[in-house]
């Protein structure tokens, strides 16, 4: 039998007796005088109301909400999920180096052919060659021990006009550092799709496999304090900059590089200028003679009237011009490929560092990591 509280049973008993008397009072008054008289209207309106009241006291039920049980996952389902992200991670970043190649083959082919039509023949031109001998034979003058050497001086601005008229021009149509963040954009996008799924495949709750990517590291940067983005995390965001870890790390790159962007192989440059210096200065002593070399290398100030002996005629100008314009691209195509294959291959400061550093935090971790990331498989 259910069991009423007192303030209903109370509800009750008035309704009844509230009834009773209605009723009763309703009774007593003659049948003559029901028709025309008020009070049976209201009798019969005071009985209506009164049952209706009644009505609207029954009990409410309790609502009870049913405990949520608790799922319980396989260990072995949770393996098989590891192994798809260790998969998916695989083909994500595969699929992004073969994005990043296609990419920096386009930045080769520009890079190529702009050095071919601007930096060639500005080097070999006969003013150019003019003024880098004058410039030599300043710095000569200029030299002091424990000074840049004047091959290094001229080394440096080789390298200045490099940039300045292949590279930086390039880096409008095809960045490194913005290919970087392309690349580690294919990366995110591939993992996240296979990720998402893995509920419905293994039939499994989205908040378990979420709980799950918490457990798994994405970026790990051994800094003081430590700084660390979870898988879940980084498939989460919107944009990475929002991440301190992810700009620490793009902080460790650019310092790996000396510079802003992804590497560029510096060495190879620095190979290349030293040897057009070192044949420029070969061609000044054997043009300029005995006299002119001693007056540079002795620091007279007499080298300022002799400077002109360095140089030569316009007609041997253009008689070595195409040896010199061999020379020289026969080096820059080495160098070229040497600073290709550093931005490909180079996996601390190369185009695709990011992903390298995400992949293998995460590759490393599933591996070791057990059912929902507490123990081992």
């Known amino acids: 039998m259910p069991k009423y509280n007192n303030k209903f049973m109370l509800i009750i008993g008035v309704d009844q007796i509230v009834v009773s008397q209605a009723s009763r009072y309703c009774h007593m008054v ?8 008020w009070r049976h209207v209201a009798c019969s309106l005071l009985i209506v109301l009164i049952i209706t009241l009644g009505g609207c006291s029954n009990i409410t039920a309790p609502v009870v909400t049913p405990t949520a049980p608790l799922y319980h996952i396989q260990p072995e389902v949770w393996q098989a999920i590891d192994e798809q992200i260790l998969s998916a991670s695989v083909f994500a970043r595969q699929k992004s180096e073969a994005y990043a190649r296609f990419a920096m083959a386009n930045w080769l082919s520009r890079v190529r052919q702009r050095t071919e039509e601007i930096f060639i023949p500005w080097y070999s031109s006969y003013w150019t060659q003019q003024w880098m001998a004058s410039r030599v034979a300043w710095y000569k003058m200029q030299y002091a021990e424990g000074e840049l050497t004047p091959e290094e001086r001229l080394t440096n601005y080789l390298q200045k006009q490099f940039y300045d008229q292949v590279l930086e021009p390039i880096s409008k149509f095809v960045d490194p550092h913005t290919v970087m963040e392309e690349t580690t954009a294919v990366y995110l996008r591939e993992v996240k799709f296979r990720l998402e799924q893995l509920p419905n495949e293994h039939q499994i709750p989205v908040a378990e496999l979420n709980r799950h990517l918490k457990f798994i590291p994405a970026i790990v940067m051994k800094t003081m304090p430590l700084q660390d983005i979870s898988l879940y995390e980084i498939m989460k965001t919107t944009d990475l900059y929002d991440l301190p870890a992810y700009e620490t790390l793009l902080a460790q790159i650019n310092a790996t590089n000396g510079g802003m962007a992804p590497k560029s192989s510096k060495d190879s440059l620095d190979k290349v200028s030293k040897r057009a210096v070192t044949k420029l200065v070969e061609q000044m002593k054997l043009r300029g003679g005995a006299s002119i070399v001693s007056l540079i290398a002795g620091g ?49 400061g190369g185009v695709t560092a990011v992903v390298h550093h995400i992949s293998k935090q995460i590759e490393d971790s599933v591996l070791t990591l057990g059912p929902a990331g507490s123990g081992l498989f």
């Open 30 to 37: 003659p049948l003559s005088r029901l028709a025309n008289d």
């Open 300 to 348: 007279h100030l007499g080298v300022f009237i002799s400077v002109g002996a360095a140089s030569w005629s316009a007609t041997e100008h253009e008689h070595d011009k195409s040896e010199m314009d061999a020379q020289l691209r026969d080096n820059l195509d080495v160098m070229l490929d040497m600073m290709w294959q550093d931005l490909m291959e180079d996996r601390q």
